[in-house]
């Protein structure tokens, strides 16, 4: 029986296959990948969690789970052997965003104050911003970039001291450089407050050894599947093991009902390739690449946020040396001779978010396909004839 629904399909599949994919938060999935997340598992209820799971034991509300439970447990152990950690990590969010939500709920009450970076500054949309539940439920205050772009561990410092929030976040959505995690994690500690990582966008660079890892410092580690690590759209919480049943529960029944057990079918297999030397050998290309792609745009004379990059993301930013543009501009621009990317707010940003003064690029998607460092510096070269042209 034929259906639009798979016309719609097939023209995004070609729209994948056509398009230069720059945009930092999205990558392509292995056939493996596809399949688990296509499989019969989406029939199956599970609200609950396996009966081993956590010592309040709550188990699963349904029948039949016995297969999920096993499921379960090994894509949990493999998430632990991906990041050499022993912290306890709950594999159900749908989302980064819900894995938030629930690390929230999970350790403060609606009203408590969290210190973040703000979404105009890198941050992400669960970090505060004023449309998001984030915003609407807690009382975030932020801690500042420097003029360059870096975060300020200065600024950072002395608003823990001066507003004692309950919880520290770190992490972005839109930060091209090391995060000092051991930094962050002292002055949480020295105002008795909770650290939290969303680690969403650089997780396969922690997975490989490409980012310091949050682990052993962090209460709690937040991330997507997806992006680096290049898996199943998808969330993670990690916490130290005497908060495990306060994210349990904060995840279910506190913010989600049943998992989604095919996506957590996508998880373990995410996981598993995640531990191979090749995706190793990948994230260290994906670097490489971003690299030399930030440095060609640099050579050609654009302004790079921070001057550069040592992830798999850079911006740029358009306000000193290409005024008449906004972001949006240049992302239509670009979309029209298929090269996808997506505008983006800069520090002290001036523009709405709609229009942004800039774009943020990433490789991650594209040396999955197969770039290298020649390709990356070609690509540069493409995009500067377009801005040219506008």
Same mark, same amino acid.
């Given at each position: 029986?034929?259906?639009? !629904?798979?016309?719609?399909?097939?023209?995004?599949?070609?729209?994948?296959?056509e398009?230069?994919?720059?945009?930092a938060?999205?990558?392509?999935?292995?056939?493996? !990948?596809?399949?688990?997340?296509?499989?019969?598992l989406?029939?199956?209820?599970?609200?609950?969690?396996?009966?081993?799971?956590?010592?309040?034991?709550?188990?699963?509300?349904?029948?039949g789970?016995?297969?999920?439970?096993?499921?379960?447990?090994?894509c949990?152990d493999?998430?632990?052997e991906?990041?050499?950690?022993?912290?306890?990590?709950?594999?159900q969010?749908h989302?980064?965003?819900?894995a938030?939500?629930?690390?929230?709920?999970?350790v403060?009450?609606?009203?408590?104050?969290?210190?973040?970076?703000?979404?105009s500054?890198? $941050?992400?949309?669960?970090?505060?911003?004023?449309?998001?539940?984030?915003?609407?439920?807690?009382?975030?205050?932020?801690?500042?970039v420097?003029?360059? $772009?870096?975060i300020?561990?200065?600024?950072?410092r002395?608003?823990?001291?001066?507003?004692?929030?309950?919880?520290?976040?770190?992490?972005?959505?839109?930060?091209?450089?090391?995060?000092?995690?051991a930094?962050?994690?002292?002055?949480?500690?020295?105002?008795?407050?909770?650290?939290?990582?969303?680690m969403?966008?650089?997780?396969?660079?922690v997975a490989?050894?490409?980012?310091?890892?949050?682990?052993?410092?962090?209460?709690?580690?937040?991330?997507?599947t997806h992006?680096?690590?290049r898996?199943?759209?998808?969330?993670?919480i990690?916490?130290?093991?005497?908060?495990?049943?306060?994210?349990?529960?904060g995840?279910?029944?506190?913010?989600?009902?049943?998992?989604?057990?095919?996506?957590?079918?996508?998880k373990?297999?995410?996981?598993?390739?995640?531990?191979?030397?090749e995706?190793?050998?990948?994230?260290?290309?994906?670097?490489?690449n971003t690299?030399?792609?930030?440095?060609?745009?640099?050579?050609?004379?654009?302004?790079?946020?921070?001057?550069?990059?040592?992830?798999?993301?850079?911006?740029?930013?358009?306000?000193?040396?290409?005024?008449?543009l906004?972001g949006?501009?240049?992302q239509?621009?670009?979309?029209?001779?298929?090269?996808?990317?997506?505008?983006n707010?800069?520090?002290?940003?001036?523009?709405?978010?709609?229009?942004?003064?800039?774009?943020?690029?990433g490789?991650?998607?594209?040396?999955?396909?197969?770039w290298?460092? !020649?390709?990356?510096?070609?690509c540069?070269?493409?995009?500067d004839?377009?801005?040219?042209s506008?």
């Amino acid at each position: 029986m034929s259906s639009r !629904v798979f016309d719609y399909i097939a023209a995004e599949q070609r729209r994948q296959q056509e398009n230069i994919e720059l945009i930092a938060s999205e990558n392509f999935v292995s056939e493996n !990948v596809m399949k688990a997340v296509g499989s019969c598992l989406t029939n199956k209820y599970a609200e609950g969690y396996p009966t081993e799971r956590t010592s309040g034991n709550r188990g699963r509300y349904y029948g039949g789970c016995e297969v999920v439970n096993e499921l379960e447990e090994y894509c949990c152990d493999k998430w632990r052997e991906v990041f050499s950690t022993d912290y306890h990590v709950n594999v159900q969010p749908h989302s980064g965003s819900s894995a938030n939500q629930a690390a929230y709920f999970s350790v403060l009450k609606p009203g408590d104050t969290i210190l973040s970076m703000d979404l105009s500054n890198g $941050g992400h949309l669960t970090h505060g911003s004023a449309v998001n539940f984030s915003g609407k439920i807690f009382n975030f205050v932020f801690y500042n970039v420097t003029d360059r $772009g870096f975060i300020d561990y200065d600024d950072l410092r002395t608003k823990a001291q001066t507003y004692r929030p309950q919880l520290i976040l770190a992490g972005a959505s839109a930060y091209s450089r090391i995060i000092d995690f051991a930094a962050v994690g002292g002055i949480a500690k020295s105002v008795n407050a909770y650290f939290m990582v969303d680690m969403a966008h650089i997780a396969g660079l922690v997975a490989a050894g490409a980012h310091p890892s949050p682990f052993g410092i962090a209460d709690i580690v937040t991330t997507t599947t997806h992006k680096t690590l290049r898996g199943t759209r998808g969330g993670l919480i990690f916490c130290r093991k005497e908060l495990a049943n306060k994210i349990d529960a904060g995840v279910f029944p506190c913010c989600q009902g049943g998992p989604l057990e095919h996506i957590i079918a996508g998880k373990a297999v995410t996981a598993e390739e995640a531990c191979s030397p090749e995706f190793h050998a990948y994230i260290r290309q994906v670097v490489k690449n971003t690299k030399a792609m930030c440095d060609e745009f640099i050579r050609l004379g654009y302004e790079i946020v921070t001057g550069g990059t040592d992830n798999h993301l850079f911006l740029i930013d358009f306000t000193r040396t290409h005024p008449h543009l906004s972001g949006k501009d240049v992302q239509d621009a670009l979309d029209r001779v298929h090269i996808t990317l997506n505008k983006n707010c800069v520090p002290n940003e001036t523009r709405s978010p709609k229009q942004t003064s800039g774009v943020r690029i990433g490789c991650a998607a594209m040396t999955t396909r197969g770039w290298k460092e !020649v390709d990356a510096v070609a690509c540069a070269k493409i995009i500067d004839e377009i801005i040219r042209s506008l």
